[in-house]
């Protein structure tokens, strides 16, 4: 943590020295776009670029004055929280003309900005790029209005502009997520969750309609998320004769002792004739048809307000830091761009190739070619599509494949958020691929004493919003009951084997892939999914249960700050789990806004510590007086959360007083966030096919046989892609001591953390996005790591 002189090389010649960048936000608000502007204005400082605020939007450029100011560091303080946008968005009909946009121009030449970076939807990027176009021609018009010199116009020649995509429903094409979905499907999912329990009293039928007018991505991830019955979105309209089939489902569902049916509708839902279906006609036809009791419930503006969720609090400032570079970087032919993610990758992307594609689907949608509609969406809509109809849809028994082959699942470890959406999902695939499925209760402990049955499609409905673990779950290890287990998948026939659960769960498939040599009944294909709130699994750069966790850290450090607003200069020392593995802490930190985070991944010592105290004392001076620190559980044995506590409290006398608070098991528990539901559910049912696949290439002589490595894998998110990885080789990956991987990826996101808390650090640019086009942008395989 030590601040010492920024290491210039790694930003080669990104000097900001005689720059001025204007940031704004543009269309309809999202939560995270303060996120976004924090990250903007505190990277612009940090390489000595001036920062300016347009206020409201394109509106607040055209009309100059006190909408465009210079900022400060203090300036962005204590937005991260906040949703919406501090600095207000306006539409704006002057910039539509050339005179609005000649007014801008003037404004900004006036105060040196020739660097934009623009927050928004597809309709302000597309603003800007037609700005920067016209850039030269507006100042030469200034300078015959006489209104700037020729100075000027040689000066300021060129205007940069780069875009982040801040929107709610998700509809910009190119990139995974924008900022704001994450935290609007957050506000989709409570109240889903709250709905369900007030019409399971009363068993009735809830329609819901959500946002999207053009895209059904929230309408299309939330039902995914919630299990819903039925979902309408714009892309893929129902067949014909969709009322038939939807009641039949619903009334089968009721008759299966379902007490509750929820029905979710984008507000742009159309049928295959391009006719708009309403929340009310659905609701009418149920009335009409069924008889049941039906409510309609619109979210509306609920879905744009609350707090940022940790998912795009974390994207935004990653876009915000990427969006600088870009700007530092650019040059009078570099296209104007977006910076965006995909999977788990910062990108650059040309911003009119992003903006056409994502005008081509609208395209689509109108000429009634729905599934182009679909692919020209990306392979994360697709993914969710096909996701969703799998799971939603029983077959009847008679349509099954009979494939004759048990496949067992069971809980591995501690218990995390999203475990149950994992098990539904694979249950209702393995059943859909025609294999009798098996639940284990309480991980390999309960395997080896035979709590096993038979699990049926009825039997995970309404799992997906469930905390814990339903199966129970053991730290337990195979090792000292492989006998038992062996004599358990003898007598239950047991082909195939999932297991869902953190490091425990790789260290029992390591073993009993060991143990194969003596007995023939672990010669099956085992898989494993990433399940576990600390992150620590080799192999993957996210595991299910780590969002939530990082959602609870986030809001708890939200209210610890909020209770320092009526004290003043008050140091808040905060202890996380994790292990020895620093990624709850890390990204925690980057969430809520630390000043500092202690892990076990980067050594420090008294001198840093020192560093930090004297940090926090001259921040104390400034107008922000409170400050932030987390820790994670094992960062060191000898620094203690208590020896923290006891060494700020004493440095910090007569400046700031402290207080500590360590969080605990609450970051195990509480209903999964819609990430690690949708994560949970889409990796499981991946895991379950490869089973399939492997089952098939595995059987001979009317048994199965499966003795080679990649026979046993674990299942994980890298970078862009999901990837069967066999135990066996990432062995090599991993300090079994300590039980993380060698490598995290997140390390990398750590001088990002520091440089928003103000130090001087070093920032490797070299793992910055390079400027990708649209149709590349997918590799074959590609899963993406957006939900």
Not at 101 to 127: E, H, M, P, W
Not at 529 to 547: K, Q, W
Not at 590 to 618: C, M, S, W
Not at 648 to 661: A, I, L, Q, T, W
């Amino acid at each position: 943590m030590e601040p010492h002189p920024a290491d210039k090389k790694l930003f080669e010649n990104l000097s900001g020295v005689g720059k001025a960048i204007g940031v704004l936000t543009s269309g309809g608000d999202a939560q995270g776009m303060n996120a976004a502007v924090r990250a903007v204005v505190r990277m612009g400082i940090y390489v000595e670029a001036k920062v300016y605020f347009v206020y409201e939007g394109y509106q607040g450029m055209v009309d100059g004055g006190d909408n465009i100011v210079e900022v400060s560091w203090e300036s962005v303080s204590s937005i991260l929280q906040v949703g919406g946008t501090v600095i207000g968005s306006a539409r704006c009909k002057a910039f539509r003309t050339r005179e609005g946009r000649l007014q801008a121009a003037y404004n900004l030449v006036k105060r040196g900005i020739t660097n934009l970076c623009v927050i928004g939807g597809d309709g302000s990027l597309t603003g800007a790029n037609l700005f920067r176009e016209e850039w030269s021609g507006l100042l030469e018009e200034l300078a015959e209005g006489g209104k700037i010199d020729e100075e000027a116009v040689k000066k300021y020649a060129y205007l940069n502009i780069v875009g982040m995509v801040g929107s709610i429903d998700n509809d910009f094409c190119g990139t995974d997520m924008t900022i704001g979905t994450d935290s609007a499907l957050h506000r989709i999912i409570e109240v889903v969750d709250a709905i369900m329990t007030t019409a399971q009293s009363h068993q009735r039928t809830f329609v819901l309609e959500v946002m999207g007018r053009h895209c059904g991505y929230l309408a299309l991830v939330s039902a995914l998320a919630c299990g819903a019955d039925w979902v309408f979105i714009p892309e893929y309209p129902p067949e014909e004769g969709w009322e038939d089939k939807m009641c039949f489902k619903l009334s089968e569902n009721r008759a299966r002792k379902k007490r509750l049916n929820i029905i979710i509708v984008a507000e742009g839902a159309i049928d295959s004739h391009n006719k708009a279906i309403t929340s009310e006609q659905v609701k009418d036809l149920v009335v009409r048809r069924l008889g049941f009791d039906t409510r309609v419930t619109i979210l509306g503006h609920v879905q744009r307000g609350g707090t940022p969720s940790a998912f795009d609090r974390i994207l935004a400032s990653r876009m915000g830091v990427e969006a600088v570079l870009a700007l530092l970087e650019a040059t009078p032919d570099t296209p104007a761009c977006v910076v965006s993610l995909s999977g788990n990758q910062a990108v650059r992307l040309p911003l009119m190739e992003c903006v056409q594609m994502t005008q081509e689907v609208q395209k689509a949608m109108d000429e009634a070619r729905f599934k182009e509609a679909v692919q020209l969406r990306g392979r994360s809509f697709e993914n969710n599509l096909k996701t969703y109809k799998l799971l939603s849809h029983r077959k009847q028994a008679a349509e099954l494949p009979k494939s004759n082959f048990n496949v067992a699942v069971l809980n591995v470890g501690a218990p995390a958020a999203g475990m149950n959406a994992a098990v539904r999902s694979a249950v209702r695939v393995g059943i859909t691929e025609g294999h009798k499925m098996f639940a284990i209760n309480d991980g390999f402990e309960g395997f080896a004493k035979g709590q096993i049955k038979t699990i049926s499609w009825g039997d995970v409905g309404g799992w997906t919003g469930q905390g814990g673990s339903i199966l129970g779950t053991k730290r337990t290890l195979p090792a000292k009951y492989l006998e038992k287990i062996a004599d358990q998948m003898r007598t239950y026939n047991i082909n195939a084997l999932m297991v869902i659960g953190g490091f425990e769960a790789y260290l029992g498939l390591l073993e009993l892939s060991a143990a194969r040599e003596k007995y023939d009944e672990f010669c099956v294909p085992m898989v494993m999914v990433p399940a576990t709130v600390s992150n620590n699994v080799p192999g993957s750069d996210f595991s299910i249960g780590a969002d939530t966790a990082l959602n609870t850290i986030t809001d708890t450090c939200d209210r610890i700050k909020q209770s320092a607003s009526g004290t003043k200069r008050r140091v808040f020392i905060i202890e996380t789990m994790g292990g020895y593995c620093g990624y709850l802490a890390n990204m925690g930190g980057l969430a809520a806004g630390a000043d500092a985070a202690y892990i076990f991944e980067e050594k420090f010592d008294i001198r840093e510590l020192q560093a930090n105290v004297e940090h926090l004392t001259e921040k104390m001076k400034t107008s922000i007086q409170r400050g932030l620190v987390l820790r994670n559980e094992n960062c060191n044995e000898n620094y203690t959360t208590d020896f923290i506590y006891q060494l700020y409290s004493e440095e910090g006398k007569g400046v700031f007083d402290c207080r500590k608070n360590v969080l605990g098991h609450m970051q195990q528990g509480g209903a999964p966030s819609p990430f690690d539901r949708n994560f949970g559910t889409k990796i499981s049912a991946k895991a379950i096919q490869w089973i399939s696949k492997k089952l098939v290439e595995t059987y001979r002589k009317g048994k199965v046989f499966a003795n080679t490595d990649d026979t046993v894998c674990l299942l994980g998110m890298r970078r862009r892609n999901l990837v069967f990885q066999p135990v066996a080789e990432l062995k090599g990956e991993t300090d079994f001591v300590h039980r993380i991987a060698k490598e995290q990826w997140w390390l990398k996101l750590r001088p990002l953390m520091k440089i928003l808390a103000k130090y001087k650090t070093s920032y490797d640019v070299s793992d910055s996005g390079q400027l990708e086009h649209v149709a590349m942008h997918r590799p074959k395989e590609a899963e993406t790591g957006a939900i």
